[in-house]
Antibody, heavy 116, light 110 residues
Framework: EVQLVESGGGLVQPGGSLRLSCAAS????????LTWVRQAPGKGLEWVAN????????YYVDSVKGRFTISRDNAKNSLYLQMNSLRVEDTSVYYC?????????WGQGTLVTVSS | DVVMTQSPLSLPVTLGQPASISCRSS???????????LNWFQQRPGQSPRRLIY???NRASGVPDRFSGSGSGTDFTLKISRVEAEDVGVYYC?????????FGGGTKVE
């Protein structure tokens, strides 16, 4: 059974940093693209970033470019999202998602709140 | 960016009756490989999104056959043949043909 478990969310002040993690199991981690998608409270879904199987390709939505970094550790079956220079508008539930386009399986999400 | 427009925003339904959601894209979603990367997701209250349909009409594993997807080019539809109580939630379409991936604004089925 595919499982994706996010952690690392919390309350942070504007300009601060957080690192999200996603622990994966139930599939061959190193064979899959992985994606972060976010959802602001009461709002719709927004694709944030994705990363190729070996980490050689990474893509970001324009609004987070230069501030967020996606990475992975295939030895630990883990996906990460380093978020710097956080803004109020980054407040969202962040989902770890299996896949690049199909977005086959989603984690339960971790809430990031950016507020002073 | 490709804009995905869903209608209606809210869809009151009657149990046992059919329901239909429309999704229109601002550009054709036919990719150079011939595939059309249009997915549908369901988000039940308090839950994470779940993929229902991929590449327009393919049901994901475990999805009941009362859900079906259709369409082409820029015009797509998700149909529920007979609504059940567990179908209440928000439905999103998403395109994966053009970068960046973009989602529709959602349709609340209630």
């Amino acid at each position: 059974e595919v499982q994706l478990v996010e952690s690392g969310g919390g309350l942070v002040q504007p300009g601060g940093s957080l690192r999200l993690s996603c622990a994966a199991s139930g599939f061959t981690f190193s064979n899959q693209w992985l994606t972060w998608v976010r959802q602001a409270p009461g709002k719709g879904l927004e694709w944030v970033a994705n990363i190729k199987q070996d980490g050689s390709e990474k893509y970001y939505v324009d609004s987070v470019k230069g501030r967020f970094t996606i990475s992975r550790d295939n030895a630990k079956n883990s996906l990460y999202l380093q978020m710097n220079s956080l803004r109020v508008e980054d407040t969202s539930v962040y989902y770890c998602v299996l896949g690049r386009i199909g977005l086959d399986y989603w984690g339960q999400g971790t809430l990031v709140t950016v507020s002073s | 960016d490709v804009v995905m427009t869903q209608s209606p925003l809210s869809l009151p339904v009657t149990l046992g009756q059919p329901a239909s959601i429309s999704c229109r894209s601002s550009q054709s979603l036919v990719y150079s490989d011939g595939n059309t990367y249009l997915n549908w997701f369901q988000q039940r209250p308090g839950q994470s999104p779940r993929r229902l349909i991929y590449k327009v009409f393919n049901r994901a594993s475990g999805v009941p056959d009362r859900f079906s997807g259709s369409g082409s080019g820029t015009d797509f539809t998700l149909k529920i043949s007979r609504v059940e109580a567990e179908d209440v939630g928000v439905y999103y379409c998403m395109q994966g043909t053009h970068w960046p991936l973009t989602f529709g604004g959602g349709t609340k089925v209630e």
